[in-house]
């Protein structure tokens, strides 16, 4: 099964970045299509940024323009740069791996890490 370990959150101003990345194990990894998701309190878990195995992106409207997914496939890692942050994008922040672009985009899993906190405030 697939293992995922999320860290790089932290706590920034309103307008500032940050930089999440997602450690994957396991031999799926060049394969499976890869998503970063959120969560805020009281809240339900949205999709934040989709990226296929061979680099196509869907991104929520909420964050086009401001954040990036990418994938270094030799270090099986996934990134989210989050730039221009806003107090909105407060939530934990999770990744996930599937063969199947419809679970990715439906977050449709069964299982999820610990995640990263981010928190936007002044």
């Known amino acids: 099964q697939v293992q995922l370990v999320e860290s790089g959150g932290g706590l920034v101003q309103p307008g500032g970045s940050l930089r999440l990345s997602c450690a994957v194990s396991?031999?799926?990894?060049?394969?499976?299509?890869m998503g970063w998701y959120r969560q805020a309190p009281g809240k339900q878990r949205e999709l934040v940024a989709g990226i296929t195995f061979s680099g196509g992106i869907n991104y929520a409207d909420s964050v086009k323009g401001r954040f990036t997914i990418s994938r270094d496939n030799a270090k099986n890692t996934v990134f989210l740069q989050m730039n221009s942050l806003k107090p909105e994008d407060t939530a934990v922040y999770y990744c996930?791996?599937?063969?199947?672009?419809?679970?990715?985009?439906?977050?449709?899993?069964?299982?999820w890490g610990q995640g990263t906190q981010v928190t936007v405030s002044s």
């Open positions: 996930n791996a599937d063969r199947r672009w419809s679970v990715v985009m439906k977050a449709d899993f069964g299982s």
């Open positions: 396991g031999s799926i990894f060049s394969i499976s299509h």
